[in-house]
């Protein structure tokens, strides 16, 4: 079945270092994509979305950036502060689907050191 | 303004009881949301409901149910409970249900089940 996996399960990033966060998805027909970050004891907190129509979204020192050919989207967060250690998913669904369609992935743990 | 909110924080439960978890979505909020977590997955769609009926099912067993209230609210049952049902179910709300609308995550219901 369509899936979307992370490559990697754990990133380790020093503290002001850029961290990118990758994400491959499988349905080609996926019109929509988020990352939500997870804090330890809590939900998922949504950070940056995108739509297949644009290649690259900016927010506060986050960046997604969506490779439609390889079906490959990234997260890149600038000068990476200890707040943001946490687990980051990307989620994806058709642009036609209500939020009972989105598709996580499994997560990627970024632990941002001293 | 208060955000979702789950209730117990944590469940423990033995195989066969049932368990009852709860969620009030953020004010003005008619759509609620069931997703499934357990260790090392994704989120799973469990349930939608919006305007106090069920809009959507995951690929769950009917042990799994729930409803919402007309003030909103939501409560999902969980019935026959086996092992791997131990998990941490996250409820999340947003306006209307509509595409593109954003999820607001509560902080969850952590299940043991012994």
């Known amino acids: 079945g369509e899936s979307v996996g992370l490559h990697l399960p754990t990133l380790s990033v020093q503290e002001g270092d850029n961290s990118i966060i990758n994400c491959a998805y499988s349905?080609?027909?996926?019109?929509?994509f988020i990352w939500y970050k997870q804090e330890s004891g809590k939900g998922p907190q949504f950070i940056i979305d995108?739509?297949?129509?644009?290649d690259k979204r900016q927010g506060q020192r986050v960046t997604v950036l969506l490779n439609k050919t390889v079906k490959h989207l990234s997260l890149q967060i600038a000068a990476t502060q200890p707040g943001d250690s946490a687990v980051y998913f990307c989620a994806e669904k058709g642009d036609t689907g209500t939020a009972s369609k989105l598709t996580f992935g499994t997560g990627t743990r970024l632990q941002v050191t001293l | 303004e208060a955000g979702v909110t789950q209730s117990p924080t944590h469940l423990i439960k033995t195989r066969g009881q049932q368990a009852t978890l709860r969620c009030s979505p953020i004010?003005?909020?008619?759509?609620v949301y069931w997703y499934q977590q357990a260790l090392g997955l994704g989120l799973q769609f469990l349930l939608w409901?919006?305007?106090?009926?069920?809009?959507n099912r995951g690929n769950f067993p009917p042990r799994f149910s729930g409803r919402q209230f007309p003030n909103y609210s939501s409560e999902l049952n969980v019935n026959a409970l086996e092992l791997e049902d131990s998990a941490l179910y996250l409820c999340?709300?947003?306006?209307?249900?509509?595409?593109?609308?954003?999820?607001?995550f509560g902080s969850g219901t952590q299940l043991s089940v012994l």
């Open positions: 995108i739509r297949s129509n644009m």
């Open positions: 004010s003005g909020h008619t759509s």
């Open positions: 409901y919006d305007e106090g009926e069920e809009r």
């Open positions: 999340a709300s947003s306006v209307t249900g509509t595409v593109g609308e954003k999820l607001f």
């Open positions: 349905n080609s027909a996926s019109d929509y």
